[in-house]
């Protein structure tokens, strides 16, 4: 069962995972593998917030320490 969400919230998530699967087929018409790749796993994320399998967002201090490599 999903979370409850704001329905304008899971509108515009059901937008942005809309115009990443059209991004991800121009890529690969395009032959641009990585970036199919790469807009795919966004596509996937998105998915998984949308059912709640995925926090919305990562604690700002964790990301910041992990990129100056104290995590």
């Known amino acids: 069962m999903r979370p409850y969400q704001n329905p304008?919230?899971?509108?515009?998530?059901?937008?942005?995972?809309?115009?990443?699967?059209?991004?991800?087929t121009m890529a690969e018409a395009e032959r641009c593998d990585m970036l199919a790749y790469l807009i795919e796993m966004a596509y996937v994320e998105t998915g998984d917030i949308i059912r709640g399998e995925r926090p919305e967002r990562i604690h700002k201090n964790t990301v910041s320490q992990k990129r100056n490599g104290v995590a």
């Open 8 to 24: 304008r919230r899971t509108d515009t998530l059901d937008y942005i995972q809309a115009m990443l699967g059209q991004l991800r």
